[in-house]
């Protein structure tokens, strides 16, 4: 026996719960599903149809709320539902870009962001600044501000580098070490400023005796060291040269004081010196020795 | 010297069977159409689908994922990088060499559990829509990958496809279970 065609009153109900499943969804509420039983089979296509949306929507609504909210947690809508598709892709990319700034958080400043539009720029932007900041502030607790050359930090950072280098490579390494004479008498009496310019001049007429590949670097106060690829015999020449250039510029410069340098070296020997601290402490030792010695040792004629 | 047609009971296969691309393709280059590269997969996807049916087929081309994921990370990569290194290198990599975005989603680098996606998939982006998740090779490639980064066997199952509706698609990738099938 055929079923009987539905009723006008029936199909009436019916899509009247549809049309109110469809309103709630377009005022952003969340419908209950239609009852499909209760519908007509002519019209339970449609309702089944309406059913699969309502869960779809459903579905988006609990992933995208708390998205909206930056929270990346929310399980995933289901596979074949395709109106999450760039929701789950902008998950997707929000998740990448929260990994990246972990990275960037950890230093890892080679992370770029090329999927977020207009963001991308600013985001790549900052981390450009950053970058170029941390450098800045890492070249500025290596240099001396006063002279422009390294400071203590500096020097151990390079030192330390070029200590492992002469180990490995069996080259030769010495530090000059020199200590400006001097120095209290002219803050004393030419005042702080002239002592500063001093100071400047020591840095200056050594960057500009040595090799450029040496390092030279202000320890505090009138202590400078110079560290290079040099032999002990190559130092000592270094040191009559720096004498001949003081020399020099006490006698060219129309300045209020003279510039006096003591001088200590020490060459690198592995079996001898363990740190450069060790090194460095020997040339100072050295700079005493020749604080206290013959006023004559650097000269040309020595 | 290579043999391509000699049995075999597991993988023989070499960086080497690539060929030298300089030497035999001088003025055609290293390149060719994406087209061309999915006219391979999916015509031999379809006669093994048609020889050993679906599930076999599957199995085949995630094996050959996986000895293509081993491979390119030792010939290709750089496994002396550390995790997030190693990831920023493979992203980098796949990004020039137009495999895809790979994007890392979640991971748990104790566990060694991730979900990573693959934008613009070379397999699968663009598609016609079939419900179903279609990149085993993939699946296999990335388990190839992680496996000869790590030193351990992984499982990696694709969730989301473009062929089964998303804009991405996306992997699971978990340590394998002893005894399992990857």
Redesign the interface.
């Given at each position: 026996m055929s079923k009987q065609p539905a009723t006008a009153g029936e199909l009436r109900a019916c899509l009247a719960q549809v049309t109110a499943a469809i309103d709630s969804l377009l005022t952003a509420k969340t419908p209950a599903d239609v009852d499909v039983g209760s519908c007509p089979a002519e019209v339970q296509p449609v309702i089944v149809a309406t059913n699969r949306l309502i869960a779809f929507v459903r579905e988006i609504q609990d992933f995208i709320t708390p998205l909206a909210k930056g929270d990346l947690s929310s399980p995933l809508p289901s596979r074949g539902n395709y109106l999450a598709s760039p929701f789950k892709e902008l998950h997707s990319r929000l998740s990448e870009l929260t990994r990246q700034a972990a990275q960037i958080a950890q230093g890892d400043y080679s992370q770029r962001v090329d999927f977020m539009g207009e963001f991308s720029a600013a985001f790549n932007s900052m981390v450009e600044v950053l970058a170029a900041r941390e450098e800045e502030l890492r070249v500025a607790s290596l240099i001396d501000d006063l002279t422009g050359v390294s400071n203590r930090r500096g020097f151990f950072v390079l030192g330390e580098q070029a200590l492992r280098d002469a180990e490995r490579s069996g080259t030769a390494l010495t530090v000059v070490y020199g200590d400006l004479d001097g120095m209290k008498a002219i803050n004393d009496h030419l005042g702080h400023e002239h002592g500063d310019h001093a100071l400047r001049d020591v840095a200056e007429l050594l960057r500009a005796t040595v090799r450029d590949a040496d390092i030279v670097a202000r320890l505090g106060g009138d202590e400078f060291v110079v560290l290079g690829r040099s032999t002990p015999a190559e130092a000592t020449e270094l040191c009559r040269r720096l004498h001949a250039n003081l020399d020099a510029f006490n006698a060219g410069e129309d300045r209020p004081y003279k510039l006096k340098l003591s001088l200590g070296t020490a060459s690198f020997e592995p079996r001898r010196f363990r740190t450069l601290e060790e090194l460095v402490g020997e040339a100072d030792q050295q700079m005493y020795e020749d604080k206290r010695g013959d006023p004559t040792r650097w000269s040309e004629t020595d | 010297m290579s043999a391509f047609k000699t049995e075999r009971d597991e993988s023989q296969f070499t960086w080497a069977d690539l060929g030298d691309l300089a030497l035999g393709r001088p003025n055609l280059g290293r390149d060719a159409p994406v087209a061309v590269y999915r006219l391979l997969e999916f015509t031999l996807r379809d006669v093994l689908t048609a020889r050993y049916g679906p599930t076999e087929t599957s199995e085949i081309l995630r094996a050959a994922g996986r000895v293509a994921g081993r491979e390119f990370c030792h010939n290709v990569l750089d496994t002396t990088l550390g995790f997030?290194?190693f990831v920023?290198h493979l992203q980098q990599t796949l990004r020039e060499l137009k495999i895809g975005?790979l994007?890392?989603?979640?991971?748990d680098v104790a566990k060694l559990e991730f979900t990573v996606?693959l934008?613009e998939d070379l397999d699968c982006s663009g598609l016609p829509?079939s419900?179903e998740?279609v990149c085993d090779y993939d699946e296999g490639l990335i388990g190839g990958l992680f496996e000869a980064y790590t030193g351990r066997p992984f499982t990696v199952r694709e969730?989301?496809?473009w062929a089964?509706?998303?804009?991405?698609c996306?992997f699971d990738v978990r340590p394998a279970e002893p005894g399992t099938r990857r």
């Open positions: - | 997030d290194e920023a975005v994007r890392l989603e979640k991971a996606t934008a829509y419900d998740v969730t989301d496809c089964s509706g998303g804009r991405v996306r």
